[in-house]
Structures are given as structure tokens and as C-alpha cells.
């Protein structure tokens, strides 16, 4: 294990190097004796239940940091309102570096679509340093059921439920816009996070669900669920024989990707170190093999790209909620 000793002339080489794609620039050095990051323990928080998505991710980056940068990074679950609760506490945290959270698109980009101007998280409250991955989401149902495909739920005969990972979420938007958008008599019921909403398919006590195609792989392969669309813009290599929306002419296209933040002001050499440490961990055959055993899609890019994206699918979910009717707030 390694641990990087910073000084103010690394520091300022650093940022003469642009070696972080974070906004701003700081002389100030990291950890609690002005000398180098980590300095002990960090705290990772993250807005989900344990075994979803963002759980997962969060603990492979979390065992990569600590590998690489020599002090423990722990996983803190926060889970509620799409990671919102999670983000506040970051947001309020010192910008030390001490207290950093992997955070998800769907809380900055569909989240606002759903809440009150109030209640909105903006991008702009913390800093980004740069990017994790990307998945895609599938519309799953019990083996149980005779649905194979969009067209058959048309046909159900009854209110389709639709588990989702929570209000403003990419699970419910796009679940919300293929049930709008076909015609399909349907009901969402809200979870906290992919694990429960997975729970509750298995259990029968929900008839479909959009998931992200990690949480559902599994039981996919199994034959416990069946696959009814993917909303990428083409056919995913995880799951080559499913048709997406698109294809079933059901104009919907919502993924999800994550990324690193720290409280907003957190020094350059502190960003810069924990971007350094991910860029590292990236490289590892065990993250790699983590990204193709949970089907995800390297978005590994700095963070002024991140917010750039962000700012783009935020006018485009708006565009699409308008355009279709939809109510996210419930």
C-alpha cells in the first residue's frame, strides 16, 4: 500500500499539470497535519440499502482508495430520497476530504423533476471529481408471468405494478415513460434502492420492474426473471437477445452513471489524490473484472465531463417528462 505525501510545490505542480478535472484551484495542502492525504480513516458515504448498485460500486472503489492510498476508506449506507439524505450529509461535511461519497446522475438530473425547487440537490454544492461507470436499466417480470415482451403487458389484462428504485430515479422514469408512452394501465410502487425492489419481484409483490441490468443479471440467468426491455440506445453486450425500447417502439432511452464528489472547496491536492487513487484502482484486473461481471460501461473521465452530462440529460429528461406528461412526484 502507498500513501501520497503532498507539499505545497506538488501541490502547484499538480495543478500546473491539470491533473484534476475539479473547477477551482487551492494551495492548501490535505489531511489533519497540512502534509499529506489521507491521514487517517475516510468516510464514503453512499445513498442506498447494501447489495444495489450504488452500494457495490461504492465498496470496490472503497477497497481500491484504501489499497492505493493507505488508509481505510469505509462505506456508509444512507439510503432515502434517491441519495439525497446521503448528499447532505457530504454537502455540510469540512472540505477536507475526510467525508466523499460516489453519488448517482439520476439524484442531479431526473430527481429535480420530482421535487420541490426546495428540496432540488444541485451539482453545484459539491465537487466533482471525476467519473465511475455507467449502467443500463432493464424492465424485468417473474418467470412466473407469460410476458416476454412490451406489447404483451398491453394485453395483461390489469394494472400493471412497477417497482422502482425510488421517486426521481432513472428506474422511474423509465418505467414511468414506456407505461405512458404505450398505453398501459399501471400503478409505481417506490422502493429504496435496487435491492428491495428487487426483493419485492421475487416475491411477487410487484409485477414488473426497471432495474439496473447489474442488480437483475443474476437472477436473469437463472431463469427466476424474464427481460422485457433494455433503455439503451442500442442492445447491450450482457444481454444481446433483449430488444430496447427503441426497437419496440417505445421512444424511451435512461441510464444511470456515478461518479466521485467531495464538499464543495475541498483543496485541489485533496481531489487530485483521490482521483489519482481511482485512476489506479481502474486499472486493476479486479475492477475490471468487478465492471464486466456487473455489466457495467467505464465512464472514467474527469469531472468537468461528468457535469457537462449532467447539465445535457437534465434538459433532455425534462424535455421527454414534458412532452409525455409524466408525474415523477409520486
Avoid: H
Avoid at 30 to 50: L, Q, R
Avoid at 296 to 307: A, F, K, S, Y
Amino acid at each position: 500500500m502507498r500513501k501520497q505525501t503532498l507539499s505545497l510545490a506538488a501541490v502547484a505542480a499538480g495543478t500546473a499539470l491539470a491533473l484534476s478535472a475539479c473547477g477551482g484551484v487551492s494551495t492548501s495542502t490535505g489531511g489533519d497535519d497540512g502534509g499529506e492525504y489521507p491521514s487517517g480513516a475516510v468516510e464514503m458515504y453512499v445513498g442506498a440499502d447494501p447489495g444495489g448498485s450504488s452500494d457495490l460500486i461504492s465498496r470496490q472503489i472503497a477497497t481500491g482508495l484504501t489499497d492505493e492510498l493507505g488508509e481505510t476508506f469505509s462505506v456508509i449506507n444512507r439510503s432515502g430520497s434517491n441519495g439525497a439524505l446521503a448528499a447532505a450529509e457530504v454537502e455540510q461535511a469540512e472540505p477536507d476530504g475526510n467525508i466523499i461519497a460516489i453519488q448517482n446522475a439520476s439524484l442531479f438530473a431526473i430527481t429535480p423533476l420530482a421535487v420541490a425547487e426546495e428540496e432540488v440537490t444541485s451539482i453545484d454544492d459539491f465537487d466533482v471529481v471525476g467519473g465511475v461507470s455507467r449502467d443500463d436499466y432493464v424492465l424485468v417480470t417473474s418467470a412466473d408471468n407469460d410476458w416476454a415482451t412490451i406489447d404483451d403487458l398491453k394485453g395483461a389484462g390489469k394494472k400493471v405494478t412497477y417497482g422502482t428504485t425510488g421517486v426521481g430515479t432513472g428506474s422511474q422514469l423509465s418505467c414511468g415513460l414506456t407505461y405512458s408512452t404505450a398505453g398501459i394501465d399501471s400503478e409505481a410502487v417506490p422502493f429504496d434502492g435496487g435491492a428491495p425492489a428487487l426483493t419485492a419481484l421475487l416475491g411477487n409483490q410487484v409485477d414488473t420492474a426497471c432495474l439496473q441490468v447489474g442488480e437483475a443479471r443474476e437472477n436473469i440467468e437463472s431463469g427466476k426473471l424474464t427481460p422485457l426491455s433494455v433503455y439503451a440506445p442500442e442492445r447491450i453486450d450482457a444481454l444481446p437477445d433483449v430488444p430496447t425500447a427503441t426497437e419496440q417502439g417505445v421512444d424511451v432511452e435512461v441510464y444511470q452513471y456515478r461518479f466521485m464528489t467531495t464538499p464543495k472547496g475541498t483543496p485541489q491536492d485533496v481531489k487530485d489524490a483521490i482521483w489519482e487513487g481511482m485512476q489506479a484502482t481502474f486499472e486493476t484486473e479486479e475492477y475490471q473484472a468487478f465492471n464486466e461481471a456487473n455489466s457495467l460501461t467505464p465512464m472514467e473521465v474527469p469531472g468537468d465531463e461528468v457535469v457537462e452530462a449532467l447539465e445535457t440529460d437534465k434538459q433532455r429528461y425534462a424535455d421527454l417528462v414534458e412532452q409525455y406528461d409524466i408525474n415523477l412526484a409520486e
